[in-house]
């Protein structure tokens, strides 16, 4: 349901889509970025997920990246309930757990029943990018007539509509408050002490095999996008003191995030990945060893 802002010159899309009021254009610049960088979180899992089912197995993650990563969500997601914060972050806090939860799965299932042989199949199928191209076009053309829709509306018929509702304000001096603050502030140090044990694995290892380029350049995305709307919001050293957990947060994951991403180019460079082998060509080797 689309609502309405009191300041004059608001954006009537961002309001109608996202209940949102936005004046300045370094607002609504930040309010793209932003969006960019929730964009690249949904879909950050899902190509490590996908990686995992056609493997049929897990090994390429680090388990302590996992945990942390886990936990990290579980932090945020509660913090936001427990700070009432727009449905948008309630439903995305939910969503990353969720899928949090199907790699987490996936991956001590195919760590613990250890399939002897794998698939090579990994890449993408004509019938699979169109399925995502339709998707993506769904999406895409959803956002853009329901943008063409609510300029309109406000544009014509603004009394129609209520004024938008502003993020809850939880008073200070309650136990709910710095309950919810503190969770929010965990999931930093989770954020970014996963990434580190993951580099220390590929290393050890001098493989990326079975390690999803997707998910490091999703993430690396989101990162980046989120530190860009922050420095486009405000340049004021006030403003900035007050974000620097949350700069911490999007830096040092975002620079462990392109390390990977060169590791994974060194060691397949390197000839770091093993060959993934179906299981009739290694009968097929075995029948020539044996008539040998």
Known sequence: MPCRCEQPGYSHIIAGIFDQCMTETKEIVSFVFGWLSILSWVVALYPQIRLNFLLRKAEALSPFFLLCWFLGDIFNATSCLVLDQLFVQKFLGIFWLSTDTILNISHFYFVCTKKKYTSAATHFRVLEIFVYVVIA?????????????????????????????????????????????????ATIPMFCFSRPTQIYKNWKRKSTEGLSTGLFIATSSGNINQLISMFVNSQKQKYLIEKIPYIIAAAIPAICDIIVLVQIKIYKKAGGYEPIREENDLHTDNNQLESQ
């Open 137 to 185: 076009g769904l999406v895409i053309n959803n956002v853009v007539w329901a943008g063409f829709y609510y300029d309109s509306e406000l544009s014509f018929n603004e009394a129609a509509y209520d004024i938008c509702k502003k993020e809850a304000v939880i008073p200070k001096n309650t136990a709910r408050y710095w309950i919810g603050t503190i969770l929010a502030y």
